[in-house]
């Protein structure tokens, strides 16, 4: 198994930022494409954005242009950093961790998942 270990949440203004790192075990974090994954009460857990092994960035349209997503491989983390943050952000944010595949915007195509870590986007 691969353990994926989220941090950096927690509550900011709308129009601030945050970065999310999932740190993940093993020397083979390489050889996996990460994603961040968020769910809101109520609704379904959605794709946010995808790293490759080759460092090809994917986002969801709603936040192209305001977040990043960005690996270290030496340091076996991926971060997501957010910036103008809005109140629909407010989610619990997954990490997750696939060995192979070329769909990254489907919860099923990935093999690993942290516990996840809460944002929430006030007002």
């Known amino acids: 198994q691969v353990q994926l270990v989220e941090s950096g949440g927690g509550l900011v203004q709308a129009g601030g930022s945050l970065r999310l790192s999932c740190a993940a075990s093993?020397?083979?974090?390489?050889?996996?494409?990460m994603a961040w994954f968020r769910q809101a009460p109520g609704k379904n857990r959605e794709f946010v954005a995808a790293?490759?092994?080759?460092?090809?960035?994917y986002y969801q349209d709603s936040v192209k242009g305001r977040f990043t997503i960005s690996r270290d491989n030496a340091k076996n983390t991926v971060y997501l950093q957010m910036n103008s943050l809005k109140p629909e952000d407010t989610a619990v944010y997954y990490c997750a961790a696939k060995v192979r595949g070329s769909n990254y915007y489907d919860t099923l195509n990935y093999d690993y998942w942290g516990q996840g870590t809460q944002v929430t986007v006030s007002s």
């Open positions: 790293i490759r092994r080759s460092e090809i960035t």
């Open positions: 093993g020397r083979t974090f390489s050889n996996y494409a």
